[in-house]
C-alpha cells in the first residue's frame, strides 16, 4: 500500500513539473547525449592553431563519416547565429536549413572542442540547450569556407569571435534541432586568434583561384570523398549543368547566402556540396511546381521546357551523387577489412 502511494506523488508531482516548464521526464536522454556529444567533439575536433589544415580534415572527416552528431541531427536542421539578444525565440531568428552531411562536411569542422559543456532545459523552447566552450578556425585558406562567410562583416566577425558552440536538443526524439555559434558566451575562446582581414568579396559564391582551381574547394567533397572516387569529374559536370538550369529558372535570386529575399528559414543551393543536401527537396519542390516564386513569395511555375529540363539535369546529378556515396561506402569497408 505504502508504495502505491509513493508511486502516485511521483507521478503527480512529475506532472505538475512540465506544467511548470519543467524538464519532461526522458531528460536523461538528452543529457547522456549532450555528454557523449561533448567527447566526441573535444576527441575528434580538440584545439589546434587555427590555421591547421591537417586538424581542420581530420575533424572534418571525423564528423562526416560515421559521427555520434552526423547521426543526431534531424534530417533538416537549422544552422546560424545566435540572434544578439539571447531572449530573441528561436522562431524569430534568421536560420538556414541544412541536411546533416552539409553541416558536418562544411560547418561543424570549423570549429574546435575542449570537451567542456553545460546542458540545461530551456522551457520556452521546450528543448535542452547545451552550450560547448568552442573557437573558430579563421586562418583556414578562403576555400574551406563553404563559402565567403565575409560577405557579410558582421557574420565573418560573429564566426571569427565564437566562443560557444550551441546544440538545441528535442527531448522527445532526442535529436539536434538547431545549431547555432555565438561571440557572446561566458568563457573565451579556447584558441586565441588574431583576427583575419579578408579580401572584399566580389559577388561570386564560387571562383577560381590563382592556381586555376574552383573554390570553395570544401564544397566540391574535397576532403570527404577519396580522391581516387571515379564519379568525382561526374560530379563536377552535372552539378554545372543543374547550376544552368537553376539560372534559367531562377533559383539563385533567393537561394544564396546574402538571402536577397529575407527568408526565416533559407535554403542554400549555390555549391555542388549545398545542392547535393537539398536535392530530393528540390526535385520535389520543382515536381510539384512549388517552386519557383514570384517576389510576392507566389508559387510561379516553370514553361514545361525549362520544367523538363531542370528535372532532367537534377536527376542526372541526384544519381551521380549517390553514386559517388555508394562508392565511399563500399570503399571505407574493403579499407576497413584490409586493414
Ligand atoms: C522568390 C524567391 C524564390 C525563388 C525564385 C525560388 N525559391 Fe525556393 N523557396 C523560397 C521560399 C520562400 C521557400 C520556403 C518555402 C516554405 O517553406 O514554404 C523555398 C523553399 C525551397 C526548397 C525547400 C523545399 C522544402 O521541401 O521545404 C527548395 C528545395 C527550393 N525552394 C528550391 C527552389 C528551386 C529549385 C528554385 C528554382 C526553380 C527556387 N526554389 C526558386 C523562395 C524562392
Given at each position: 500500500?505504502?508504495?502505491?502511494?509513493?508511486?502516485?506523488?511521483?507521478?503527480?508531482?512529475?506532472?505538475?513539473?512540465?506544467?511548470?516548464?519543467?524538464?519532461?521526464?526522458?531528460?536523461?536522454?538528452?543529457?547522456?547525449?549532450?555528454?557523449?556529444?561533448?567527447?566526441?567533439?573535444?576527441?575528434?575536433?580538440?584545439?589546434?592553431?587555427?590555421?591547421?589544415?591537417?586538424?581542420?580534415?581530420?575533424?572534418?572527416?571525423?564528423?562526416?563519416?560515421?559521427?555520434?552528431?552526423?547521426?543526431?541531427?534531424?534530417?533538416?536542421?537549422?544552422?546560424?547565429?545566435?540572434?544578439?539578444?539571447?531572449?530573441?525565440?528561436?522562431?524569430?531568428?534568421?536560420?538556414t536549413?541544412f541536411a546533416?552531411d552539409v553541416?558536418?562536411g562544411m560547418?561543424?569542422?570549423?570549429?574546435?572542442?575542449?570537451?567542456?559543456?553545460?546542458?540545461?532545459?530551456?522551457?520556452?523552447?521546450?528543448?535542452?540547450?547545451?552550450?560547448?566552450?568552442?573557437?573558430?578556425?579563421?586562418?583556414?585558406?578562403?576555400?574551406?569556407?563553404p563559402y565567403?562567410?565575409?560577405?557579410?562583416?558582421?557574420?565573418?566577425?560573429?564566426?571569427?569571435?565564437?566562443?560557444?558552440?550551441?546544440?538545441?536538443?528535442?527531448?522527445?526524439?532526442?535529436?539536434?534541432?538547431?545549431?547555432?555559434?555565438?561571440?557572446?558566451?561566458?568563457?573565451?575562446?579556447?584558441?586565441?586568434?588574431?583576427?583575419?582581414?579578408?579580401?572584399?568579396?566580389?559577388?561570386?559564391w564560387?571562383?577560381?583561384?590563382?592556381?586555376?582551381?574552383?573554390?570553395?574547394?570544401?564544397t566540391?567533397?574535397?576532403?570527404?570523398?577519396?580522391?581516387?572516387?571515379?564519379?568525382?569529374?561526374?560530379?563536377?559536370?552535372?552539378y554545372?549543368?543543374?547550376?544552368?538550369?537553376?539560372?534559367?529558372?531562377?533559383?539563385?535570386?533567393?537561394h544564396v547566402p546574402?538571402?536577397?529575399?529575407?527568408?526565416?528559414?533559407?535554403v542554400l543551393l549555390q555549391t555542388p556540396a549545398h545542392a547535393a543536401g537539398e536535392i530530393?527537396?528540390?526535385?520535389?519542390?520543382?515536381?510539384?511546381?512549388?517552386?519557383?516564386?514570384?517576389?510576392?513569395?507566389?508559387?510561379?511555375?516553370?514553361?514545361?521546357?525549362?520544367?523538363?529540363?531542370?528535372?532532367?539535369?537534377?536527376?542526372?546529378?541526384?544519381?551521380?551523387?549517390?553514386?559517388?556515396?555508394?562508392?565511399?561506402?563500399?570503399?571505407?569497408?574493403?579499407?576497413?577489412?584490409?586493414?
Open positions: 500500500m505504502r508504495t502505491v502511494i509513493i508511486l502516485l506523488l511521483l507521478t503527480l508531482s512529475a506532472g505538475a513539473h512540465s506544467a511548470n516548464g519543467e524538464p519532461p521526464a526522458p531528460s536523461q536522454k538528452a543529457e547522456r547525449l549532450a555528454a557523449d556529444l561533448a567527447r566526441e567533439l573535444a576527441q575528434l575536433c580538440p584545439p589546434a592553431q587555427p590555421g591547421d589544415q591537417a586538424a581542420f580534415e581530420r575533424c572534418r572527416r571525423g564528423l562526416y563519416q560515421d559521427s555520434l552528431l552526423k547521426g543526431s541531427f534531424v534530417p533538416y536542421a537549422l544552422w546560424g547565429r545566435r540572434a544578439k539578444d539571447a531572449a530573441t525565440p528561436l522562431k524569430e531568428t534568421t536560420l536549413q546533416p553541416l558536418t560547418y561543424l569542422p570549423l570549429f574546435m572542442f575542449n570537451g567542456r559543456y553545460t546542458v540545461e532545459y530551456e522551457a520556452r523552447e521546450r528543448m535542452f540547450l547545451v552550450r560547448l566552450e568552442t573557437a573558430f578556425r579563421n586562418r583556414l585558406a578562403p576555400g574551406q569556407f565567403p562567410f565575409w560577405h557579410d562583416e558582421a557574420k565573418w566577425s560573429t564566426y571569427q569571435g565564437a566562443n560557444t558552440l550551441l546544440l538545441w536538443i528535442d527531448p522527445k526524439t532526442a535529436r539536434i534541432k538547431v545549431g547555432q555559434y555565438t561571440d557572446r558566451g561566458a568563457t573565451a575562446p579556447i584558441v586565441a586568434s588574431e583576427r583575419v582581414q579578408q579580401a572584399k568579396f566580389d559577388g561570386k564560387m571562383w577560381t583561384d590563382a592556381d586555376g582551381r574552383e573554390q570553395p574547394q570544401v566540391l567533397f574535397d576532403g570527404l570523398f577519396s580522391a581516387d572516387n571515379p564519379f568525382l569529374p561526374k560530379l563536377d559536370s552535372t554545372k549543368t543543374l547550376a544552368l538550369r537553376m539560372r534559367d529558372g531562377q533559383c539563385d535570386r533567393c546574402d538571402n536577397p529575399h529575407g527568408m526565416k528559414r533559407i530530393q527537396r528540390l526535385m520535389k519542390a520543382v515536381r510539384e511546381d512549388k517552386m519557383p516564386r514570384d517576389e510576392t513569395d507566389i508559387e510561379q511555375p516553370l514553361d514545361d521546357q525549362l520544367k523538363s529540363a531542370l528535372l532532367e539535369s537534377g536527376a542526372a546529378f541526384e544519381a551521380v551523387v549517390q553514386n559517388a556515396k555508394d562508392w565511399e561506402a563500399r570503399h571505407r569497408i574493403a579499407r576497413r577489412s584490409r586493414q
